[in-house]
């Protein structure tokens, strides 16, 4: 590379090496976690294709904390879906919350409550409208926000009223 292009900056390396190998996966790994933090629903989206494309994120990032992902996924909701999520959360105190419980749930509520709601929507929607996004207000970084005992026991857990 050096004979090809002369003497270059690290920043000008890393990038022919990205270009010529392809990116590290601790690359891709950081690069999924930044996707799954910015995530959003977007209006008009098909909610399975949003779930899919969550849970590919998840796995990507390879994140151990499953509080952390939670928030992420109930962050990345259409408000009124997160509300009705955190509260059928916060009445279930003697389950441990997990994400695949919680993506369960979410989509529990969105076919009993949203599915067909948003289904006419999106037929409706032009390719304009398809692509605007939900607000999310005060996206949050940091993973706080949830309880959970040390020890093993399940205690009550709050989900924060405030959006994430």
Same mark, same amino acid.
């Given at each position: ?14 990038? #022919? ?14 690069? #999924? ?63 441990? *919350? ?7 749930? *979410? ?24 692509? #605007? ?21 399940? *205690?009550?857990?709050? *989900? ?5």
């Amino acid at each position: 590379m050096v004979a090809e292009q002369g003497r270059l900056t690290w920043s000008e390396f890393r990038t #022919a090496v990205i270009n010529k190998y392809g990116r590290s996966s601790i690359d891709m790994r950081d690069a #999924a976690r930044e996707h799954l933090e910015r995530l959003v629903h977007q209006q008009g989206e098909a909610f399975n294709q949003f779930v899919d494309k969550f849970q590919q994120l998840r796995n990507q990032a390879e994140i151990q904390d499953e509080d952390c992902i939670v928030r992420y996924l109930i962050k990345a909701l259409p408000e009124e879906l997160a509300n009705y999520t955190k509260y059928s959360l916060n009445t279930n105190s003697n389950e441990e *919350i997990t994400v695949d419980l919680v993506v369960n749930k *979410i989509t529990a509520i969105y076919n009993a409550l949203f599915k067909d709601k948003w289904e006419r929507e999106r037929e409706k929607a032009t390719p304009v409208t398809s692509s #605007a996004s939900v607000l999310n207000n005060n996206s949050a970084s940091k993973c706080l926000g949830y309880r959970s005992s040390l020890r093993g026991k399940c *205690i009550r857990r709050r *989900i924060l009223h405030k959006r994430i």
